[in-house]
């Protein structure tokens, strides 16, 4: 083994150690329940009420374009009605919880990693940890919580979005009428297709806050670092929405095609 990957295995072994630290400072804050609630209230504005603009029209785009294209291929073979069960289906279980994952890492987990990399290499977290505050308690486990309740309902209301607008764009462009939206909507959509979508926006928005947190918590060398650091943050936080979906969906196969 060369010096380079006798260095670079030095560093994914000190990155795994400083992810199983945050890790469990984190679970302990949790358990005692040691949360600033006003920055937790503030964390639930920010990541929750700030996106639902880029939601609202991701979603919407998304449902309007996927309910076009469904209605043209079955229109092919004759089958009208399944077009929103189609369009419901794979936005509850698919593009929903996904692409508002990846718009909320983009806008939300860039911003975390930036405010919280420029108060460590400005030595604001060391002066917290000096006042006898817990940086873990006031910084993290807000954003995580946070995450969790927020990006969840983001979800949903981008289900929602995407659904309705699939609808308008079928009832305004096309032959489908109403009754055949509600026929396709009840064949789609059942509750294990709601939990299934709650539970992956519920992951995502835990891997979003605790990941670009802990980029921010470990960031170092100046306005480079935390460029770096944010930069990082955004293409680990995607990737890892993307893993987590393929592995939510493996484990979960046998339920979905029951």
């Given amino acids: 083994m060369n010096l380079f990957s006798f260095k670079r295995f ?13 890790t469990r400072d984190a679970v302990v804050s949790l358990c005692k329940w040691r949360i600033t609630w006003r920055e937790f209230v503030y964390q639930l504005y920010f990541i929750g009420v700030k996106s639902q603009a880029v939601v609202l029209v991701t979603g919407a785009f998304t449902g309007m374009v996927l309910g076009a294209q469904s209605y043209f291929q079955f229109h092919k073979v004759k089958m009208d009605t399944a077009t929103l069960a189609v369009v419901a289906v794979s936005m509850c279980s698919e593009l929903g919880p996904v692409l508002t994952g990846l718009m909320v890492a983009g806008r939300v987990g860039a911003a975390m990693a930036a405010e919280i990399g420029t108060m460590r290499v400005t030595e604001q977290i060391d002066a917290l940890e000096t006042l006898a505050y817990d940086p873990i308690a006031y910084l993290v486990v807000p954003r995580i919580i946070a995450g969790f309740v927020m990006v969840t309902a983001l979800t949903v209301f981008a289900n929602a979005i995407g659904i309705c607008t699939a609808y308008l764009t079928a009832i305004l462009a096309t032959d489908i009428k109403w009754f055949d939206f509600r026929d396709g909507l009840q064949l789609g959509v059942n509750e294990f297709q709601i939990f299934y979508s709650l539970l992956k926006s519920f992951l995502f928005g835990g891997a979003i806050a605790f990941l670009c947190s802990y980029e921010g918590y470990v960031t170092s060398a100046g306005a480079e670092g935390v460029g770096r650091s944010t930069a990082k943050a955004v293409v680990i936080t995607s990737v890892w929405i993307l893993v987590l979906d393929a592995l939510i969906a493996s484990a979960l196969a046998p339920y979905l095609q029951a």
């Fill in 10 to 22: 030095e560093g994914m072994l000190a990155g795994l150690g400083q992810i199983s630290v945050l």
